[in-house]
T-cell receptor
Framework: GDSVTQMEGPVTLSEEAFLTINCTYT??????LFWYVQYPGEGLQLLLK?????DKGSNKGFEATYRKETTSFHLEKGSVQVSDSAVYFC????????????FGKGTRLSVIA | GAVVSQHPSWVICKSGTSVKIECRSL??????MFWYRQFPKQSLMLMAT?????????EQGVEKDKFLINHASLTLSTLTVTSAHPEDSSFYIC???????????????FGNGTRLTVT
């Protein structure tokens, strides 16, 4: 079945450091790919998405490129801030029947000043 | 944009009691509602899928008699945790599909989640 694998955390970075969170997927067909963010005590928010190969999703300084050849959707940010501390989930969605979002296990990011 | 209102945002209940969680789509029709559960520091696990007017489909290992799902209208779905026990303490979140597109192409919208603590 469809699955998402993302790097395990926690990840601790200093402010202004470069961030990469790896995400790879397995899916039949051509999924849409997403990154969601969950701040402490809150629900999930869509951070960015890409719906086809070579698309780049971007938001709030975060970017991820849909790489079909490597089945990857790595999240990057050039300079993290303390306010970016959260849990980040990679997810995929295929358009077959009732298929909902399939999530990775999440990566906790802590940014220290 | 489309909004899903989930209530309550947190609840503490005694063991043996039942708790009802509601998700309402405020400005669109949610043809399908997915219910997820998230244990502390873990990912979201799909519990069940419900289509308006139909019985919910439960994932393997989820007790349908314990987690009652009702999706009686296109704007309201409820999850009732019956005879709750401490091990049911978790973060429950709904995901609504609807508000544009057709079928599986319709957008997805999360509720803000409900943190349940059973004492």
């Amino acid at each position: 079945g469809d699955s998402v694998t993302q790097m395990e955390g926690p990840v601790t970075l200093s402010e202004e450091a470069f961030l990469t969170i790896n995400c790879t997927y397995t899916a039949t067909g051509y999924p849409s790919l997403f990154w969601y963010v969950q701040y402490p005590g809150e629900g999930l928010q869509l951070l960015l998405k890409a719906t086809k190969a070579d698309d780049k999703g971007s938001n709030k300084g975060f970017e991820a490129t849909y790489r079909k050849e490597t089945t990857s959707f790595h999240l990057e940010k050039g300079s993290v801030q303390v306010s970016d501390s959260a849990v980040y989930f990679c997810a995929l969605r295929t358009l077959s029947g009732n298929t909902p979002l399939v999530f990775g296990k999440g990566t906790r990011l802590s940014v220290i000043a | 944009g489309a909004v899903v209102s989930q209530h309550p945002s947190w609840v503490i209940c005694k063991s043996g009691t039942s708790v009802k969680i509601e998700c309402r789509s405020l400005d669109f029709q949610a043809t399908t509602m997915f219910w997820y559960r998230q244990f502390p520091k873990q990912s979201l696990m799909l519990m069940a899928t419900s289509n308006e007017g139909s019985k919910a489909t439960y994932e393997q290992g989820v007790e349908k008699d314990k987690f009652l799902i009702n999706h009686a209208s296109l704007t309201l779905s409820t999850l009732t945790v019956t005879s709750a026990h401490p091990e049911d303490s978790s973060f429950y979140i709904c995901l609504a599909r609807g508000g544009g597109g057709q079928g599986a192409n319709s957008p997805l919208h999360f509720g803000n989640g409900t943190r349940l603590t059973v004492t």
